[in-house]
């Protein structure tokens, strides 16, 4: 004997168990954030860097910081009492965010990173053309930035230089999705892990500065790659046709001291 069914049923079950599994799966998936409320900034003209403090009262340190991002490096000491950074970062899905003024990664939760007997876990890390910090003048072609948080809300920022040179195995496998129009998203389904951003040897430059754009929040402790990576000529290309200049000017270091772990 056959049994009839209702097609009305059929579709509330079906839609109840199709939000379910959306559900289970998008909360697997890093959420990109809202565009800013605040004022805009940009690199250019009234709204460029020299204009930041104006555009808002929260940007005041941008004009009126004392230990602004990001400076040129020069002088380092060698402090031979720096440990190692330690990095315990995840392979995972990363979701790529336009965000207007560069390309921002957005992973998962539970990257992290040690250093000076601190955790901060990994936020982002985006993308500047050409490089903010500079080496005894020297500017490079792109500069990464991996911004972590601590529990207590302290920043700090693992800062890569990058020269063009050998394609980079590590920006091959996001580059191809980098989203074009601002605003706009991209999800990297295959596992990413961002460790791949890192140079081979991991010794440092290390000094208290700020958020290199807006707010300008200073207390960060930025922590700079020795070693640069390397990009092709083309990887490089690919950004630059999105973001061809999107570096802050470097800032007057005010007597602050930088050190080198070796």
């Known amino acids: 004997?056959?049994?009839?069914?209702?097609?009305?049923?059929?579709?509330?079950?079906?839609?109840?168990?199709?939000?379910?599994?959306?559900?289970?799966?998008?909360?697997?998936?890093?959420?990109?954030?809202?565009?800013?409320?605040?004022a805009p900034w940009g690199y250019y003209g009234s709204k460029g860097p020299s204009n930041w403090g104006r555009l808002d009262p929260a940007y005041t340190a941008c004009a009126h910081g004392k230990q602004q991002s990001p400076i040129d490096i020069r002088g380092a000491r060698t402090d031979k009492a720096l440990k190692p950074i330690e990095f315990h970062y995840l392979s995972g899905p990363v979701t790529l965010f336009?965000?207007?003024?560069?390309?921002?990664?957005?992973?998962?939760?539970?990257?992290?990173i040690v250093a000076n007997g601190v955790r901060y876990d990994l936020q982002q890390f985006h993308f500047h053309r050409p490089s903010e910090h500079l080496i005894k003048g020297k500017v490079s072609d792109l500069e990464i930035h991996l911004v972590h948080k601590s529990a207590d809300g302290k920043f700090a920022v693992i800062a890569v230089r990058v020269n063009e040179g050998r394609v980079n195995g590590a920006l091959a496998a996001i580059w191809p999705s980098l989203p074009k129009a601002v605003g706009a998203t991209a999800p990297i389904r295959d596992p990413f892990n961002p460790l791949?951003?890192?140079?081979?040897?991991?010794?440092?430059?290390?000094?208290t500065g700020s958020l290199s754009a807006p707010p300008c929040t200073e207390g960060v402790q930025w922590f700079l790659m020795e070693e640069p990576a390397e990009l092709a000529g083309d990887q490089l290309s690919t950004f630059a046709a999105i973001y061809r200049d999107n570096a802050r000017q470097v800032q007057d270091p005010n007597g602050r001291k930088v050190e080198s772990s070796e």
């Open 98 to 112: 336009n965000t207007g003024n560069t390309i921002q990664g957005i992973v998962g939760p539970g990257s992290y």
């Open 1 to 38: 004997m056959l049994r009839r069914f209702s097609i009305a049923g059929f579709s509330i079950a079906f839609s109840l168990t199709y939000l379910a599994l959306c559900i289970a799966t998008c909360a697997q998936q890093p959420v990109p954030p809202a565009l800013p409320n605040t």
């Open 196 to 207: 791949g951003l890192l140079p081979t040897d991991r010794a440092y430059f290390t000094y």
